[in-house]
Nanobody, 118 residues
């Protein structure tokens, strides 16, 4: 079982920055992918960024050049540095960890609110 705990959300003005962190505890297969998803009111949850244990990253187009995902494998943590935030980035951000070992194991954090005012 893996537990994910997020921190770092808050309220910021447009153009500002926030850094989200997620700490994973428990046993996780060494080959895994961690990432951040977000869900705005009335919208479906969407993938924001992912990073593999090897450091390969992916981003949705709307955050490329503004957000940076990173991880510390030794500490089992990932961060999301969010710069030049826009009101449309307002959402609850969720940390996710997944890996395959015979079947898919998929874990979620409780979410942290990010609000960007115009």
């Amino acid at each position: 079982q893996v537990q994910l705990v997020e921190s770092g959300g808050g309220l910021v003005q447009a153009g500002g920055s926030l850094r989200l962190s997620c700490a994973a505890s428990g046993t996780m297969f060494s080959t895994n992918t961690m990432g951040w998803y977000r869900q705005a009111p009335g919208k479906q949850r969407e993938l924001v960024a992912t990073i593999t244990n090897g450091g390969t990253t992916t981003y949705i187009d709307s955050v490329k050049g503004r957000f940076t995902i990173s991880r510390d494998n030794a500490k089992n943590t990932i961060d999301l540095q969010m710069n030049n935030l826009k009101p449309e980035d307002t959402a609850v951000y969720y940390c996710n960890a997944k890996y395959y070992s015979i079947r898919l194991y998929d874990y979620w954090g409780q979410g942290t609110q990010v609000t960007v005012s115009s």
